[in-house]
């Protein structure tokens, strides 16, 4: 009976081992480190920017490029300056949106695509209008929203830009879509910085100074032959792993999740099966 129960214990000690090993293998991350960046909100401390590996069937964590090494590089693929972004949409949605700030961006800043945007946005209640050359300006004059008053915007713009201000804050359903389509661009344009920042350190063998231990770390990782391209590849925020979760990618980089509490629960029932043989 002693020999069973050591045989019993020997055969629990592989089982085990085996199960821990297979776990390992199929967790499809080389480690998680939490917490992905997913650029949806203005400040994401000590969060990680992943990429595909070369195989394309696995995700690896980076340090994100700073800013410092992105205009090293020469590279700005953000569909607004961040403090700009942040200050109008904050969310993606109409949660605490700077009116005053968005006013003064699209005054400052008239032949900003993104200004031309929400001008055409807003348009329709003839707050802003289209001139000869085929800008959205303000109007010859503006009947406020409570149809109270004419202001002549030929004699005071600042009267007019205030009833801009109060119109854009009175729309809500339109601000909710205008901060949600935003943030989905913005997000994407700053993961794909992150994309071309390592494909080009892995590029360049020479340390880039604004970049060394990214450079480094993405040198030391290239795989032979100095295919770069697959840094190239962005994941989208949907794919990104949730802390607790292990993921794994396929070829068409769908996200499978396959949790820690569910491992462990198929370990603990595998054990108290073999226990019970004991």
Known sequence: MKMMKTSYGSLLLVVLVWSLSLFGAVNGIEEIKCPPCRYEKENEPGCYSYSQTSSRTEMKAWEPADEFCLASLGIELRILKLDIFWAICPYANETDVNYSEMQNFL???????????????????????????????????????????????????????????????????????LCKNLHSRQSGALQLEQAKTRENLCDVATTVAACGTLHDAIQAYKPFGGDCTFFDDIIPNSALPVCGEILLLDTSAAARPITTATVISGLASVALALVALI
Do not use: M
């Open 107 to 177: 005054k400052n800043y008239p032949d900003h695509p993104i200004s031309r945007e929400i001008k055409e946005l807003f348009a329709d209640r003839g707050i802003f209008v289209l001139n000869a050359a085929g800008d959205y300006v303000l109007p010859e004059s503006i009947t406020t929203a409570s149809n109270q008053a004419f202001i002549n915007c030929t004699f005071s713009q600042q009267l007019c830009w205030g009833e801009v201000r109060v119109e854009l804050k009175g729309r809500i359903q339109k601000i909710r879509s």
